[in-house]
């Protein structure tokens, strides 16, 4: 395939090109991130998004049946024969009617895109895709990251369906159960470095030159070309109406980057009129892109103030101050995708906010309650929305579209101590009672015993109408948006 891909710098002063043949995680020039470019002009592209709807009857070729690659020709780097698919991407817009009530938004109009089914359990097998079929472009053999548990899950997935060897690096301490079983069950040789992510991100970096391993986190740019179509599948559940909002939590940033990239290009190629608006939502324990934007700094044409941002590093330097948030997955401090984060930001004329723990295991408890399973972090969403509406950002009748990032059993910890109040880290300690959550559902102890079960179990027919009350729509009754 003559490829019509190459990687560009992100500043606007340097703007250095390099092909795609290339293993680069920064500008050889200059060191900023680098982004993949197209030359549309010798692409293939589509006329209109709708071509894309035809790809989903072919589904026994699996480029197709990939929620990634049959859009592939938005991303048009590898030749067909060189993609590493498992089948990514069977995820869809969800419309959450009864949740959305209940948070007063109008009927209707809040949409969950759960990334959680994904075939490691998070949004993260998108990027790994396009990163893995990159990896095999350039003849790499062993792949690595760090990891808060679900790059590492992934990795471990597509390493071992690939046949790569993984290395993964995970702060000791820092990884929900679920993911490192992942990682661990799929083979990975796994790192517990004594550091938070930041940390083993800065090491893993570090052993990836030494050793010439080819580094798999979102700092990788084609990462972020396979995390677009979670955009596209997005628009592709709205009739390629692109939704007012999109909710997403921020971590690395890479997410919410490449959001901004995938609108950014729609635009430009006429694919799209609309641009919808970005909110990124921070843990209020690992708020580097909120506490920054709030102070002012901006994308400012690919100008952005270094300055700022390295005294913001060294202020939390002095004072001993490390990410820390019961949504693990979102716990970090330096995200390296910060620059093109506020790009996407300026793009889609976005706003930040960040929520507490407590906000977050509410959310989640919600959320849970309507139906949906989720992580702590991917929850932020809706503790945001919750936020953004009564500041009135956000208003009650916009089309509001969150991203669910990760499944709810990769994380059960946070889950059961919100009900429990029990710390399944240390069972021994029981958490105080004040920390226990509002929606707290407690298993009951009940001796083996025929009417004390009975009893327990209660005869008034009451299913915890709180959350669930009123009437639930059937699949078939929900809005359906006519292609
Ligand atoms: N949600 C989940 C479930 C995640 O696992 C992550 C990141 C994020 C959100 C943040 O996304 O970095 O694109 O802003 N997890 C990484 C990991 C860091 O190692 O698994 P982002």
Redesign the pocket.
């Given at each position: 395939m003559k490829t019509v891909a190459f990687q560009k710098c992100i500043n606007p002063d340097c703007g250095a090109t390099f092909d795609v043949g290339q293993t680069l995680t920064g500008c050889k020039l200059c060191g900023d991130l680098l982004d993949i470019e197209y030359d549309w002009c010798s692409a293939a592209i589509p006329k209109s998004m709708k071509e894309f709807q035809t790809r989903w009857q072919n589904r026994r070729f699996p480029l197709d049946f990939s929620g990634v690659w049959r859009f592939r020709d938005l991303f048009p780097f590898a030749a067909d024969a060189m993609i590493c698919t498992i089948g990514e991407g069977q995820t869809f817009l969800q419309n959450a009617v009864c949740l959305g009530n209940h948070i007063g938004m109008w009927p209707g109009q809040l949409w969950l895109q759960y990334e959680g089914m994904n075939p490691s359990g998070?949004f993260?097998d998108n990027g790994m895709t396009a990163a893995f079929t990159h990896a095999r472009l350039v003849g790499a053999r062993r792949v690595a990251c760090a990891?808060?548990?679900?790059?590492?899950a992934s990795l471990a997935l597509y390493a071992a369906s690939n046949g790569f060897q993984g290395i993964v690096f995970i702060g000791s301490g820092k990884i929900a159960f679920g993911k490192l079983a992942q990682a661990l069950d799929y083979g990975a040789r796994t790192l517990q470095i004594e550091g938070d992510?930041d940390t083993c991100l800065m090491r893993v970096r570090e052993v990836a030159t030494h050793l010439g391993l080819y580094l798999m986190n979102?700092v990788n740019p084609f990462r972020l070309e396979g995390q677009k179509s979670i955009m596209y599948r997005v628009l592709e559940s709205l009739s390629w109406q692109p939704p007012d909002w999109i909710i997403v939590?921020?971590?690395?940033?890479?997410?919410?980057s490449a959001f901004g990239k995938a609108f950014g290009e729609l635009k430009a190629l006429g694919l799209i009129k609309k641009i919808p608006r970005l909110a990124v939502i921070n843990a209020s324990g690992a708020s580097t892109l909120h506490q920054l934007f709030t102070a002012g700094l901006r994308w400012n044409h690919g100008h952005v103030d270094e300055a700022q941002i390295k005294a913001h590093y060294a202020s939390l330097e002095s004072q001993g101050i490390h990410p820390h948030t019961v949504a693990s997955?979102?716990e970090?401090g330096r995200p390296v995708n910060l620059k093109k984060a506020l790009r996407a930001l300026d793009l889609m004329n976005g706003v930040t906010c960040d929520v507490s723990d407590e906000e977050i295991l509410e959310a989640k408890a919600l959320i849970g309650r309507f139906g949906l399973g989720c992580?702590p972090?991917?929850a932020a969403t809706i503790a945001g929305l919750k936020r953004l509406l009564e500041r009135q950002i956000i208003s009650r009748s916009d089309r509001v579209a969150c991203v669910l990032?990760?499944h709810g059993l990769k994380d059960p910890d946070a889950t059961v101590y919100y009900h429990t109040g029990i710390n399944t880290k240390n069972a021994r300690q029981p958490a105080p009672e004040a920390t226990w959550g509002s929606r707290a559902n407690k298993p009951i102890r009940v001796d083996d015993d025929l009417s004390a079960i009975l009893a327990a179990i209660g005869a008034s027919g009451d299913i915890g109408a709180d959350a669930g009350a009123g009437y639930v729509p059937t699949a078939l009754e929900l809005p359906f948006v006519e292609y």
């Open positions: 998070s993260k990891s808060t548990g679900n790059t590492s992510f979102s939590p921020g971590g690395n940033l890479g997410n919410c997955a979102i970090i992580e972090a991917s990032t990760g």
